[in-house]
């Protein structure tokens, strides 16, 4: 008896631990966070013409157009790091791997001071067809990812992603991933700025 009384003790104090959802805090300011950046790509792109869509700067530069490609292929693959994350076992021992902080992640992926050039599968090809169809592919996996955030009683604190310069853990792949988009947002504004970028 005293052996069962035991293990039940043990597991009421560790479930919390490999079983603990997001807080609300954590929830409704992700959930914000992703329905900012879409309804910002939405403002920033709203009423184009083809001719302001399809617009470069410069040879090797993106248009407005490929800049939502981008997003929506990046979109599909945070999505797919996500579903990865979720489908391995809670893991409190790694957490100390994560050693960025939520802001710090968003400022740096934010930050257009410092460019980079993306990888050839996040390269856009026209692969979802034409613009329009394109843009909702991407609002169709953000409203998807939003649900995710708002609905899951998973533990994303110790499900856990692999970047460039480090681990990251589920909740900041999402929030990554939505910085990612105010990324792209600020270029899409800087290709408007440009010279030469039409009235019409």
Known sequence: MKIII???????????????SLTEEERSMTVAE?????????????????????????????????????LAISENSFGEMIKGALNASPDPSKRA????????????????????????????????????ETLEVFMGLRDTHIALVDETEEDL?????????GTIDGLQIILFMSGHTERHIKQIMEIKESEGYPLN
Request: charged residues 25%; contains cysteine.
């Open 6 to 20: 035991t293990t039940l003790l043990v597991l009421v104090f560790l479930s919390p631990a490999l079983s603990q």
């Open 34 to 70: 992703l329905e900012n950046t879409r309804d910002m790509l939405e403002e920033s792109t709203s009423g184009l013409s083809s001719a302001q869509l399809n617009f470069k700067s410069s040879e090797d530069s993106w248009s407005i157009a490929e800049c939502v490609e981008h």
């Open 97 to 132: 791997e994560v050693k960025i902080t939520d802001g710090d992640l968003l400022a740096m992926i934010r930050d257009r001071s410092g460019k980079v050039k993306t990888s050839e599968p996040f390269e856009p090809s026209g692969k979802f067809g034409t613009y329009q």
């Open 157 to 165: 604190r110790y499900r856990y992603g692999q970047l460039p310069f």
